[in-house]
Every structure is written in C-alpha cells, then in structure tokens.
C-alpha cells in the first residue's frame, strides 16, 4: 500500500516546473552564446584548408597530366571563372584551371575549349594569391616554373594557407605566418 501511494504521488507529480524549465534553457543560450564563435572558427578553418587541399589536387592533375600526354599542362588562376588567366605578378583569384599547352609556347590562356582538363571555383569569401599567376608543368624534364599560392580569407587575415611549387614541380602545402595575406 505504501508503494501505492509513492507510485502515485510520483506518477502526478512527473515533469518540471516553469521555473525549471527557464533556467535549463537561460543555460543552454549562455553555452551556446559561448560555442558560436569557436564554430565559427573552425568552419572558416575547414575552409581555407578545403580550399588548399583543392588547389593541390589540381597542380598535382597539371603535373601527371604533362607526364602521362607529353605535353606541358599549366595551372592558372582565374578572375571570375572565366577562360581567362590573371595576369602580372602578385595574382589574385577566386577560381582557376588546368589545360595543355598544346602548342608548348607557355602561353597563359587555353588555346581551345577542348585543351582545358579542370576548372573550378573557390567557396565565397576565399581568394587565392600568387607570386606568379600560372604554373607550367613540363613532361621531359619533370621539371615546372615555381610558384607559391596562397589561399586566405579577407575577412580574416590572421590564418592562411600556402601551396608552394618547387622546381622539380612537387606541390606541398605549409602553414603560413599572420601577415601572409595582404589586400
């Protein structure tokens, strides 16, 4: 009978008041409040680092692209998405493409639409910067001009990440310094 009356009194009195209630959600907005900008942080990182892994992948496709046709493959960075390669030094961007350079002049700008093997564009709000706008990969030598990219963000210019192409055209990427990315 006791336990009854216990079960009873328990059964009724399930739940919580609005007081209760309030202060579980005063706390969860003040964690939440507190969490917002961290998320923030890692989403921008995941970005530049997206970004740079992209950009890797592509200077690799141009180096075993001029191995595998014999002919030179060229990575430029592009303004708008455009067929059209960014000229002069200290390029910036916010796409780029990989084609042949089927008449091996190692000129910055496709010759036809067939030659182009990848084009892409960045996420919102990433630009890449360039000490030279293209890189060209050459198969005979296994050999490419140098180059260092670097994918920043204007918005914050604290974090960026570096692509850097030697002359033997390996691509690597490396951590930055903060002032890596000037606009």
């Known amino acids: ?89 200290n390029a910036a961007g916010t796409s780029w493409q990989v084609f042949l350079d089927l008449s091996a002049s190692s000129a910055l700008q496709p010759a036809g639409s067939g030659l182009r093997l990848r084009q892409s564009r960045l996420a919102s709000g990433v ?15 296994r050999a490419a001009t140098t180059g260092t990219f670097t994918v920043c963000d204007p918005r914050d210019r604290s974090s960026a990440r570096a692509v850097i192409v030697s002359e033997t055209g390996r691509p690597r990427i490396a951590e930055t310094e903060g002032g890596a990315c000037v606009f």
């Open 1 to 89: 009978m006791l336990l009854s009356m216990l079960y009873r009194n328990f059964a009724i009195n399930q739940g919580f008041t609005l007081s209760e209630v309030l202060i579980v959600l005063a706390i969860g907005a003040i964690l939440a409040g507190l969490a917002a900008p961290g998320f923030a942080s890692l989403r921008h990182n995941a970005a530049l680092t997206a970004a740079a892994d992209e950009l890797l992948g592509a200077l690799y496709l141009a180096q075993r692209s001029a191995a595998r046709t014999g002919l030179p493959a060229v990575f430029c960075l592009t303004p708008d998405g455009g067929a059209q390669c960014v000229m002069g030094k």
């Open 127 to 141: 630009q890449i910067r360039a000490t030279r706008p293209a890189v060209t990969f050459w198969p005979a030598a």
